[in-house]
C-alpha cells in the first residue's frame, strides 16, 4: 500500500492563483473540435461523443486539463471530464437507470428548495458549474439556463424562515461559489440573521476542479463575515488524490484560514478510484490538506452515468474494508454511503452473505426508519438496492 503524498506533476506553467477566475472560465473547453487538442478520437468515436455532448455539453476548465497524464489514456482525471460513448447507454447489465435516483423532484417546494429531510433543506442556488463532471448525480439540471436565481432565492429564504425544523441550509446546485461574489452576498447574508439555523453549507466543488475562485480575496472576505455571523461549512468533492495540488491545498488553506470546516464527499467511481489504493491514497491526502473525509458515496444509478462509472456494491465494500486497513482514526471517519430515494443509507458491510445497511436519515414522514438495520441479498454486480 503506498500513499507518497506527491501531487501529480502540473504540464504547464500558468500560475492559476494569478489568473482572474471569471476571465479564466471563458478558456474553459466547450466544444470536441477543442478537446481533439488534448486526445485524439477515430472519427467513429467523434460522432458517438457527438451524440453524448447533446446531453451533456463539455466544459473543462484549462486548469483542470492541466491535471491529465496526456500519455495515459485511463487517466482517471480525464474519466471524470471527458465525454465518452458509455454515456449513451441507458440501460445494461447493472440494471434501469433513472434521471432523479435521489428523489429530488419528489421533494421540491419551488424556488430552487430541496426539503427531503425535515433538519436540511438543500437550495439549488445556481445550475451552472466551473466544470461539467461526467459522474454528475444532478446532470439533468447541470447548465440548465436561469435567470430568476436572485428572485427565486428571496423566496426560498422566506420558506426557510417560515420552517423552524429546518436547522441547517445546503446551498448546492450546481455550483454556488460560481455565482459572483456581490450575488453570493445577496443570497447567503439573510440566512445568517435566522435564529432557527445552526449552520449554513456551501457545497462547492471548486476546490478540486477550479481552486483559482479561492484566491478571490472579496470571496473570502464574504466567507469569513458570514462565519462570524453563523457557522459557514464547505461540502467539496473530490474523488482522486491527483486532484489534490498544489493550488487545492491554498485553496483550502484560504478557507480554513478564516475558520471554515471543509468537509469532502466523494463518490465511488470506476476506472477513478475503484481500488483500495487510491481510496487510501485520497482520504490520507485529504487530511493533510486539512479536509476531513465525510462521505464516500455509492454511483447511484443515474442514466447516462451508472454504466460508465458505478462500481457494483460487494466490490465497492472489499474496497473499503481493505482501505480502512490502512487508515488511522480520523481518515476512516468516512462513511460509505447510499444516497436512496427512501434517505441516506450507511453500508455497514456483509453479513452471511447479504449486505448490511443502517439507514442514517430518512425523508419527511417517515422518522421510524431513521435508525433501522436492513440486510439484503444482493447479487455481485447489483450496482443498487430497491428498498
Ligand atoms: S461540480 Fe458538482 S454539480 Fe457541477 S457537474 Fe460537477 S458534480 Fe455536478
Redesign the pocket.
Known amino acids: 500500500m503506498v500513499c507518497s503524498g506527491e501531487y501529480l506533476m502540473i504540464n504547464t506553467n500558468i500560475d492559476w492563483a494569478e489568473l482572474d477566475w471569471q476571465e479564466e472560465l471563458k478558456n474553459n473547453v466547450t466544444t470536441l473540435d477543442q478537446l481533439k487538442a488534448y486526445a485524439d478520437f477515430s472519427e467513429e468515436e467523434e460522432q458517438k461523443l457527438s451524440a453524448v455532448t447533446q446531453v451533456l455539453p463539455i466544459n473543462i476548465p484549462r486548469y483542470y486539463l492541466s491535471l491529465i497524464d496526456r500519455s495515459n489514456p485511463a487517466d482517471p482525471i480525464r474519466k471524470m471530464c471527458f465525454p465518452d460513448a458509455e454515456e449513451l447507454i441507458v440501460e445494461d447489465a447493472l440494471g434501469k437507470t433513472t434521471q432523479d435516483p435521489y428523489g429530488d423532484d419528489k421533494h421540491d417546494k419551488g424556488n430552487g428548495v430541496l426539503h427531503k429531510y425535515d433538519y436540511s433543506t438543500l437550495v439549488v442556488a445556481t445550475e451552472c ?5 461526467r ?2 448525480f ?2 439533468r439540471i ?1 447548465s440548465r439556463k436561469t435567470d430568476h436565481i436572485l428572485k427565486d432565492f428571496e423566496k426560498a429564504i422566506e420558506y426557510i424562515e417560515t420552517h423552524p425544523d429546518i436547522t441547517n441550509v445546503i446551498l448546492s ?3 454556488p461559489l460560481i455565482l459572483s461574489t456581490p450575488v453570493l452576498r445577496k443570497m447567503i447574508m439573510p440566512l445568517a440573521e435566522i435564529d432557527h439555523l445552526d449552520f449554513v453549507r456551501i457545497g462547492s ?1 471548486t476546490p478540486a ?1 477550479y481552486p483559482l475562485r479561492l484566491f478571490d480575496d472579496e470571496l473570502i472576505d464574504l466567507l469569513d463575515e458570514f462565519n462570524r455571523k453563523k457557522a459557514l461549512y464547505v461540502p467539496t ?1 473530490f474523488n482522486h488524490v491527483n486532484e489534490i495540488t498544489p493550488t487545492a491545498t491554498e485553496g483550502i488553506r484560504r478557507l480554513r484560514n478564516v475558520g471554515i470546516t471543509v468537509n469532502n464527499q466523494a463518490v465511488l467511481l470506476k476506472g477513478v478510484n475503484d481500488s483500495a489504493e487510491d481510496i487510501t491514497a485520497l482520504m490520507r491526502n485529504l487530511l493533510r490538506v486539512g479536509v476531513n473525509p465525510y462521505y464516500l458515496y455509492q454511483c447511484m444509478p443515474v442514466s447516462r452515468v451508472r454504466h460508465h462509472f458505478q462500481v457494483p456494491l460487494k466490490r465497492g465494500i472489499e474496497i473499503v474494508d481493505e482501505a480502512r486497513q490502512y487508515l488511522d482514526g480520523y481518515a476512516k471517519r468516512f462513511k460509505f454511503i447510499i444516497g436512496h430515494d427512501v434517505g441516506k443509507l450507511e453500508i455497514c458491510g456483509m453479513l452471511d452473505g447479504r449486505i448490511l445497511l443502517k439507514q442514517i436519515h430518512a425523508r419527511s414522514g417517515h422518522k421510524e426508519d431513521s435508525a433501522r438495520l436492513i440486510l439484503q441479498e444482493i447479487d455481485d454486480q447489483a450496482g443498487w438496492v430497491t428498498l
Open positions: 458549474c466551473a466544470m461539467h463532471c459522474h454528475c444532478r446532470r447541470v446546485g450546481g455550483d466543488r476542479s468533492h
